[in-house]
């Protein structure tokens, strides 16, 4: 009867992975080998808004990059991930301090090896949140299994903190919200951010890291590779026009 349980449970996981919807909560693509994009959603002020996360699987478990915005997902991630690929997740990195980076990391610090940039690490810890166990240096590498990955911190942007990941071999760029969407009508929420050095913190990146194959920002479309200069020029756009202003005032 056990035995018999158990086998339920799982396919009733592989049917949820593999059986998404437009209207699923937790919604997985498959990007290019071994990585994955996911996209969960949240209730922001009363409209729904989705959020894109990766993970990679690697021959030492799998390593996610940002938690679920959605709080309900967290478990549900780890069990499609077993569910899917036979493999725990045994280190998550969280690329800013607001929620929809940072939300998960008391979850999944049960579960494996929790990261975050030093900034990053000040803000929780400034506003009394959960904070991960390894702070991660402005620019590190690291090996996991068969895959090398560079975590970078280019500057402020659209959070005073915000980090970026680069994989060199497959040419993928994992921006999330520093990156803006291809489709993205504006920057969005800026409580946090610095217009100004975002401009640089891009140019930053576009320099050391060229000719990136998969750009993936952290809400809306992700398939369009243009976002990062869609980005530059959002972020242009928004600097020319407060100049003007300022000196429309003179």
Known sequence: MRKLASIIFFLTILSNSFGQTKNS??????LTGDFYVYKTFHDYNGTLISANALYLVTSKGVVLFDAPWDETQFQPLLDTIKARHNKEVIMCFATHSHDDRAGGIAFYKQKGKTYSGKLTDEILKKENKPRAEFIVPNDTIFTVGQHKFEV??????????????????????????????????DLGYLADSDVKEWEKSIKKVQQKFKNPVYIIPGHEDWADTTSLIHTLKLVQEYNNSKTSNKLNKK
């Not at 909560?25 to 498959?30: A, D």
């Open 25 to 30: 909560p937790l919604q997985i693509s498959h």
């Open 152 to 185: 970078y911190y280019p500057g402020k942007g659209h959070a005073p903190d915000n980090i970026i990941v680069w994989f060199d071999k497959e040419k993928v760029l994992y921006g999330a919200c520093f990156i803006k969407s291809a489709s993205a009508k």
